[in-house]
């Protein structure tokens, strides 16, 4: 597509659910990031791909949560047995550099969870 | 300390004013540099890349100093629909790791 794409655009779910987000880069991109947003923030970084390789996850706050993108294009973000603390806003973002270069990066309209 | 800082406003300034935002970064060895606008309930959007020598984009200008480690972008004759959050980001690491400052909000006013 012309974009990033993620889907849902809303999301509400119940304390303990699980829940699945995902995202579909421009098409090409070798680099996606998951950030998390809370209101007020700056994006928080949580995890990046590059392909289909996770080379950084540093950024998860939590066992329960988890990323993939097992054929380098598609990437999940998973968060199991949700808390209300992970109410945010979760964006995706991809970018064509793979290292070096001044590539910026290109969002997605992002994914608003709200844990009730 | 953050990696990336950014005095989160807001910036209250009216129409035709000129502002400027600064933005400091921890890790010297950071190489891309750019400013981001999120406006509410959006996602950001690339404003600018930030170059070495500084860069210009009609009212908007970069500058970076990297001796001092702070990025700064200037707002000349502000208009209404500048009024949105400023971003700050810095690309660092092996890979390019993406950090994003608080944001500097800012409002034009009539």
């Known amino acids: 597509g012309a974009g990033v794409s993620q889907s849902p655009r809303y999301k509400v779910a119940k304390r303990g659910q699980d829940v699945a987000l995902r995202c579909d880069p421009i098409?090409?991109?070798?680099?996606l990031f998951w950030y998390q947003q809370a209101l007020g923030q700056g994006p928080e970084f949580l995890t990046y791909?590059?392909?289909?390789?996770?080379?950084?996850k540093s950024g998860l706050p939590s066992d329960r949560f988890f990323a993939e993108r097992p054929e380098g294009s598609v990437s999940t973000l998973k968060i199991q047995r949700t808390q209300q603390e992970d109410s945010a806003v979760y964006l995706c973002?991809?970018?064509?550099?793979?290292?070096?270069?001044?590539?910026?990066?290109?969002f997605g309209n992002g994914t608003r969870l709200t844990v009730t | 300390r953050k990696e990336v800082e950014q005095d989160p406003g807001p910036f209250n300034v009216p129409e035709g004013a000129t502002v400027a935002f600064n933005c400091t970064y921890s890790?010297?060895?950071?190489?891309?540099f750019f400013w981001y606008r999120q406006d509410c309930r959006k996602e950001p959007k690339l404003l600018m890349s930030v170059y070495s020598s500084g860069n210009e984009d009609g009212r908007f200008t970069a500058q970076l100093n990297r001796a001092s480690q702070y990025i700064s972008l200037l707002i000349r004759d502000s208009k209404l629909s500048d009024s949105a959050t400023y971003l700050c980001?810095?690309?660092?690491?092996?890979?390019?790791?993406?950090?994003f400052g608080t944001g500097t909000k800012l409002q034009v006013i009539p």
């Open positions: 098409s090409g991109h070798v680099s």
């Open positions: 980001v810095v690309r660092s690491g092996g890979y390019q790791k993406v950090t």
């Open positions: 890790n010297s060895a950071s190489q891309s």
């Open positions: 791909f590059q392909n289909e390789a996770q080379l950084d």
């Open positions: 973002a991809s970018s064509s550099s793979r290292t070096g270069g001044n590539s910026p990066l290109h």
